[in-house]
């Protein structure tokens, strides 16, 4: 009563401290937010530095983890931070997890290729990548998928046993140099968009 005898705006201070209050509350709220999904990525270790994580967009390598947020240097080399807490909302996609690395290549040859040529093409393909130590050799998938526009189409899905990048580069670069040479062996070739015309007489 002193106070608003005295002239103050008690009601206003009053209702400035319940605003105050409700933000530092909010604040508090958050920052243990935050603090508790740290505790979380560090217990449940979804992710690690160095791993190469896609999360809420962003891909990149984990360079930092800290107490609030985590840094990740993405592809393009720009470094991204991501709030903790927004994260552990999110689906995590850790790429250095996996055992292996799927690979999916379309060959197309020519139409002039005979059924029993097209037979013994997909025999050796398949037999080459049976024989390939760093492929998986149970999920290998080689199949005549289909009459294209000017090919004919074969899809090979297969895994390669590595999760890094240059590696999978370079052995994806080798078993090419192996399709071609058995392309080429059997006295194939490889179809390009091309276009016939006919003209009656």
């Given at each position: 009563f002193y106070m608003q005898s005295n002239g103050y705006p008690v009601s206003g201070i009053l209702a400035g401290m319940g605003i105050g209050g409700l933000a530092m509350a909010l604040?508090?709220?958050?920052?243990?937010?935050?603090?508790?999904?740290?505790?979380?990525?560090?217990?449940?270790?979804?992710?690690?530095?160095?791993?190469?994580?896609?999360?809420?967009?962003?891909?990149?390598?984990?360079?930092?983890?800290?107490?609030?947020?985590?840094?990740?240097?993405?592809?393009?080399?720009?470094?991204?931070?991501?709030?903790?807490?927004?994260?552990?909302?999110?689906n995590i996609n850790n790429y250095s997890k996996r055992p292996m690395r799927r690979t999916a290549t379309t060959l197309g040859v020519t139409y002039d290729t005979t059924p029993q040529k097209m037979k013994e093409l997909l025999k050796q393909l398949r037999q080459m990548m049976k024989d390939d130590e760093d492929v998986d050799n149970e999920n290998v998938y080689v199949n005549f998928t289909g009459f294209g526009d000017s090919s004919l189409d074969i899809e090979m899905k297969y895994f390669i046993l590595t999760v890094e990048y240059q590696k999978w580069l370079n052995k994806r670069e080798n078993i090419n140099l192996k399709i071609m040479q058995i392309v080429y062996d059997l006295g194939l070739d490889f179809a390009f968009p091309s276009t016939t015309v006919y003209l009656e007489k």
């Open positions: 604040a508090a709220q958050d920052s243990i937010s935050g603090i508790f999904a740290s505790v979380v990525i560090f217990l449940d270790k979804p992710f690690m530095v160095e791993d190469f994580i896609e999360v809420n967009g962003v891909s990149g390598t984990v360079e930092e983890i800290g107490i609030r947020s985590t840094r990740i240097r993405t592809v393009e080399k720009t470094l991204v931070t991501l709030p903790n807490k927004e994260i552990m909302d999110s």
